[in-house]
Nanobody, 127 residues
Framework: QVQLVESGGGLVQAGGSLRLSCAAS????????MGWFRQAPGKEREFVAA????????AYADSVKGRFTISRDNAKNTVYLQMNSLKPEDTAVYYC????????????????????WGQGTQVTVSS
């Protein structure tokens, strides 16, 4: 079993950077693909980024491509989301999630396909 805990959220000015971390418990972390999702107030939760078990393949939402980078360190059981050039519209609660076979088809951006979730961390970007 894998349990996930996010950290690193906070308040930042537009144009600034934050790095989110998602620490996983359990010995099977390296077998899971990982995703980041976010939910802004009054909006549906949306896909942000995904990474496969080895870190060799990633995918991003168009809205964050070129600004955000997902990575992982399996020795530390941690996945990261480096967020640069932040915009007020990036304000949301950010969640990490885990699933197997993340890129076996094209549904890596579907939250229903992820079966393990963290509690979320708030990111607020001021203008």
């Amino acid at each position: 079993q894998v349990q996930l805990v996010e950290s690193g959220g906070g308040l930042v000015q537009a144009g600034g950077s934050l790095r989110l971390s998602c620490a996983a418990s359990g010995r099977t972390f390296s077998t899971y693909g990982m995703g980041w999702f976010r939910q802004a107030p009054g909006k549906e939760r949306e896909f942000v980024a995904a990474i496969n078990w080895s870190g060799g393949r990633t995918a991003y939402a168009d809205s964050v491509k070129g600004r955000f980078t997902i990575s992982r360190d399996n020795a530390k059981n941690t996945v990261y989301l480096q967020m640069n050039s932040l915009k007020p519209e990036d304000t949301a609660v950010y969640y990490c999630a885990a699933r197997r076979d993340i890129f076996s088809n094209k549904n890596y951006n579907e939250q229903s396909k992820y079966n393990k979730w963290g509690q979320g961390t708030q990111v607020t970007v001021s203008s």
